[in-house]
T-cell receptor
Framework: GQQVMQIPQYQHVQEGEDFTTYCNSS?????IQWYKQRPGGHPVFLIQ?????EVKKQKRLTFQFGEAKKNSSLHITATQTTDVGTYFC??????????FGSGTRLLVRP | NAGVTQTPKFRILKIGQSMTLQCTQD?????MYWYRQDPGMGLKLIYY???????DKGEVPNGYNVSRSTTEDFPLRLELAAPSQTSVYFC?????????????FGPGTRLLVL
């Protein structure tokens, strides 16, 4: 079945450093979504990418969708303590189901 | 709007007991989902529904049952609780259309089976 792999599993950075998490799907996706989950909380939608090669920005966050629509990345510039949490990618197929990656847990040292 | 609500927030079950996790959304979303999240892991889809009266299995349906009699409610039933079902359960809903399939999650139910 379809699998979505995400790396790294953990990332511990100093406040102000950059952070990147990568997502790879075993199959071509119709779209990819990114969610953030704060410790003890629930996943919250960040963004959806649909087009091949698409790049979207939200303030310090940059999201990319690969040309083959099988991989994606999330890059955070100059991390802040408020960025702490687990970032999940989720690959969508045509059936409106999402397959979630295992997540990257971001820890930020103040 | 309250969004997606789940009850209870936390529950301890003994092996073999049964319970129903409740999920309600007030956004008139057609699609609803149940996920489980084991510690330090991602979300696994248990069941989903594309509308009242229609349900389908996800990745990990064994040991669970669902029903969808109304658009708003999507309860998840555990018939014979096992320690392997200790997890956090999230309900989510979405309104597919216009190319955006954002899922809105409830706060979760933490279940411990002893």
């Amino acid at each position: 079945g379809q699998q979505v792999m995400q790396i790294p599993q953990y990332q511990h950075v100093q406040e102000g450093e950059d952070f990147t998490t990568y997502c790879n799907s075993s199959t071509t996706l119709s779209n990819i979504q990114w969610y953030k989950q704060r410790p003890g909380g629930h996943p919250v939608f960040l963004i959806q990418l649909v087009k091949s090669g698409e790049v979207k920005k939200q303030k310090r966050l940059t999201f990319q969708f690969g040309e083959a629509k099988k991989n994606s990345s999330l890059h955070i510039t100059a991390t802040q303590t408020t960025d702490v949490g687990t970032y999940f990618c989720a690959g969508g197929d045509s059936s409106y189901k999402l397959i979630f990656g295992s997540g990257t847990r971001l820890l930020v040292r103040p | 709007n309250a969004g997606v609500t789940q009850t209870p927030k936390f529950r301890i079950l003994k092996i073999g007991q049964s319970m129903t996790l409740q999920c309600t959304q007030d956004m008139n979303h057609n699609y609803m989902y149940w996920y489980r999240q084991d510690p330090g892991m991602g979300l696994k889809l248990i069941y989903y529904s594309v509308g009242a009266g229609i349900t389908d299995k996800g990745e990990v349906p064994n040991g669970y049952n669902v029903s969808r009699s109304t658009t708003e409610d999507f309860p998840l039933r555990l018939e014979l609780a096992a320690p392997s079902q200790t997890s956090v359960y999230f309900c989510a809903s979405s309104y597919p259309g216009q190319g955006l399939e954002t899922q809105y999650f409830g706060p979760g139910t933490r279940l411990l089976v002893l």
